[in-house]
């Protein structure tokens, strides 16, 4: 069953916030963010592991709250660059395969 | 860097005719992963070899085969091509539960 992301759809202004759920109701082992833009294959950003660890990079961070098996992407001062659409795909534990979401797509303007 | 190709970026093809779409890795990754992407579905699974001559189902193997016969190349066959898989198909490898690296994508058209 795939995991449910959330929004659908966001947009934003440069310099905004964004944070993007993603929400499973398996337990998980870990939890993979990808980005995609148009016309090119998924990007891999972070993966989460089961321990509830919060990982960033530069101004896009997330966390994975094993207890409610749910991901949040956090992006800050949003730039240009991040317009895309951001899968998020869970894992469960003794499983090599990634269950995607449908993914929200971002769209950042000046 | 890893490198994942495949064999076509687009392909067009008619209802019936079997269909063989190639991916190969240059990282020596364990895992390859077959994928379709849909408007509004995201990526689903079809198939998935975690090793030579292994294979275990995704979630929408209907309709469809694998092969690895090789640990650098996987194939996706499309035994008798329907029009319902027309799609955008994604071919990806990781090491072992690591970040998956994902090759350009091959748009099949089924007429």
């Known amino acids: 069953q795939q995991p449910v992301q959330s929004p659908q759809a966001v947009i934003l202004r440069e310099g905004e916030d964004a944070v993007i759920n993603c929400s499973s109701s398996?337990?998980?082992?870990?939890v993979h963010w990808y980005r995609q833009k148009h016309g090119e294959a998924p990007v891999f950003l972070m993966i989460l592991l089961k321990g509830g660890e919060q990982k960033g990079h530069d101004k896009i961070s997330a966390s994975f709250n094993e207890k409610k098996q749910q991901s949040s992407l956090y992006l800050t001062a949003s730039q240009l660059s991040y317009s895309g659409t951001y899968f998020c795909?869970?894992?469960?534990?003794?499983?090599?395969?990634?269950?995607f979401g449908k993914g929200t797509k971002l769209s950042v303007i000046p | 860097d890893v490198k994942v190709t495949q064999s076509s970026r687009y392909l067009v093809k008619r209802t019936g005719e079997k269909v063989f779409l190639e991916c190969v890795q240059d990282?020596?990754?364990?895992?390859m992963f077959w994928y379709r992407q849909d408007p509004g579905l995201g990526l689903r699974l079809i198939y998935f070899s975690y090793d030579v001559k292994m294979k275990e189902k995704g979630d929408i193997p209907e309709g469809y085969s694998v092969s690895r016969e090789k640990k650098e190349r996987f194939s996706l066959i499309l035994e008798s091509a329907s029009t319902n898989q027309t799609s955008m198909y994604l071919c990806?490898?990781?090491?072992?539960?690591?970040?998956?690296?994902f090759g350009p994508g091959t748009r099949l058209t089924v007429t």
């Open positions: 990806a490898s990781s090491f072992l539960t690591r970040e998956q690296y």
């Open positions: 398996k337990a998980l082992y870990s």
């Open positions: 795909g869970t894992e469960r534990a003794g499983s090599y395969q990634l269950t």
């Open positions: 990282m020596d990754h364990e895992n």
